[in-house]
């Protein structure tokens, strides 16, 4: 194969793998948030907490996306 | 126009929009602005004190006169220190987080500053989408919580990690692993990324659209009809530039939160 085809190939497996490092997180973030607001929409007296955990949980389930983000540019 | 990059290499006439050819380029700018002796100062180190001199300023201007009724501006400044204090340090830590607020005060304003040069005109670079930065902030927050884990509970901090009373015998080893590693590697690891790959991500996806924008529409002689192409990409690049606004506070307020959250189970280690 030529040099060239290979770089693509590279590029496009890179891509492929990153496409596949954001599923979970969606779907993880998605459950984070619907769950927080129904939380918020149960006890509004509650939301400033609810919101700092939310954001937390947010927090740690993006890091594996953004780990496949990163690792897409190092490939 | 050193940051439109891309503009020497686009083929408008084949291409829909203008990907760099090298993303590299985006993020190595080694030429030397001046230099003071042997050191030379880069775009990014220019910026990284002017940041610190920034956040001096507003802390300088914002608490100058300490007045019954503050100014606007002081009021801003009041309102954002506070948040870190009462929201941040005491919400997470408890009452012993009074020792830790003049360090998430520090990084939150620095972070928040560094991130919000995304989006000032005529900078439009995050310092903190240089590895280093980020990998400085994240091992500051590391030294601090593992020498406030050692300090307070001794070695238990280490022998409860490794060999947790609370979970089953035959578990115990396989949860101890993990912990290790998550602690002690994996969270200033992804406490680091998390800032960093979140600005370059912002950072990749302005210069893309408003780069394609601008490139198609200055390209309108050539090109003729085609050049109508830039508009939605202008218009997509400057929503997504509002978008990014959100994103930078919302990173240096993440950041410091899970400092304050990493710090709080060092402080308060029970196992």
């Given amino acids: ?75 | 126009m050193d940051q439109l990059i891309l503009a020497t290499e686009c083929d408008v006439v084949n291409e829909v929009i203008c990907a760099p050819d090298d993303v590299k380029e985006l993020f190595e700018f080694t030429e030397v602005i001046f230099s003071i002796g042997p050191i030379g100062v880069t775009k990014t180190i220019f910026l990284f004190f002017l940041a610190a001199f920034v956040v001096v300023g507003l802390l300088y201007f914002g608490l100058r006169k300490r007045r019954m009724v503050p100014s606007k501006f002081g009021v801003v400044i009041e309102s954002l220190l506070d948040f870190v204090k009462n929201d941040i340090a005491k919400d997470i830590i408890g009452p012993e987080g009074a020792r830790y607020v003049p360090y998430l005060t520090a990084i939150f304003l620095f972070i928040l500053v560094g991130n919000l040069f995304e989006v000032t005109p005529l900078i439009n670079f995050p310092i903190t989408a240089r590895m280093a930065i980020p990998a400085f902030l994240a091992i500051v927050t590391y030294v601090i919580f593992v020498f406030v884990g050692f300090g307070r509970n001794k070695f238990r901090f280490l022998f409860d990690t490794v060999w947790p009373k609370h979970v089953p015998i035959g578990l115990r080893w396989l949860v101890g692993i993990i912990e290790l590693v998550s602690i002690f590697l994996l969270r200033p690891f992804t406490l680091a990324v998390r800032l960093f790959a979140n600005m370059v991500a912002g950072h990749l996806m302005l210069t893309l659209l408003l780069g394609s924008g601008v490139i198609f529409l200055t390209s309108f002689p050539e090109i003729g009809a085609k050049a109508l192409v830039g508009i939605p990409w202008f218009v997509l690049g400057l929503a997504i530039y509002l978008f990014e606004i959100v994103v930078s506070v919302l990173q240096a307020y993440i950041f410091t939160l899970l400092s304050a959250v990493y710090i709080q189970s060092s402080v308060h280690f029970e196992h």
């Fill in chain 1, 1 to 75: 194969m030529l040099e060239g085809d290979i770089e693509a190939l590279k590029g496009a497996i890179a891509i492929i793998g990153y496409g596949l490092a954001a599923i979970g997180p969606g779907i993880g973030i998605g459950i984070v948030v619907g769950n927080a607001i129904t939380a918020m929409a149960r006890q509004p007296e509650m939301a400033g907490t609810i919101r700092t955990t939310m954001f937390l949980g947010i927090a740690f389930t993006e890091a594996l996306a953004l780990i496949g983000f990163v690792l897409f540019f190092i490939a």
